[in-house]
Nanobody, 124 residues
Framework: QLQIAESGGGLVQPGGSLRLVCAASGFPLDYYALGWFRQAPGKERELISCINNSGVMKNYADSVKGRFSISRDNAKNTWYLEMNDLKPEDSGVYYC?????????????????WGKGILVTVSS
């Protein structure tokens, strides 16, 4: 089986932190760029962060720069999104996704594998 799945979502207070985890099964991540996407209520899904296959390049949406951090652990076939100083506008369904390619910057249209999504709610 080739699939990925998110975990770590839930309800958190504004200003709090949460770490999302994506675990891949059935394939190694070595040649994949890995991303996190978010779909807020009433909005289109957008790329939040991307890390390339080597882990050297990391990109973040302007709205989360300085607050979120993406990382990967190829040995564990997992990647992470550390979210800090969470705001209500960070609420939404978060998706992890993987894109096979050495030069990928996680374009949504080209992602090869998607998780089912996990809900993050930031509310007091």
């Amino acid at each position: 089986q080739l699939q990925i799945a998110e975990s770590g979502g839930g309800l958190v207070q504004p200003g709090g932190s949460l770490r999302l985890v994506c675990a891949a099964s059935g394939f190694p991540l070595d040649y994949y760029a890995l991303g996190w996407f978010r779909q807020a209520p009433g909005k289109e899904r957008e790329l939040i962060s991307c890390i390339n296959n080597s882990g050297v390049m990391k990109n973040y949406a302007d709205s989360v720069k300085g607050r979120f951090s993406i990382s990967r652990d190829n040995a564990k076939n997992t990647w992470y999104l550390e979210m800090n100083d969470l705001k209500p506008e960070d609420s939404g369904v978060y998706y992890c996704a993987a894109d096979h390619g050495l030069f990928s910057q996680c374009p949504e249209w080209d992602m090869d594998y998607w998780g089912k999504g996990i809900l993050v709610t930031v509310s007091s």
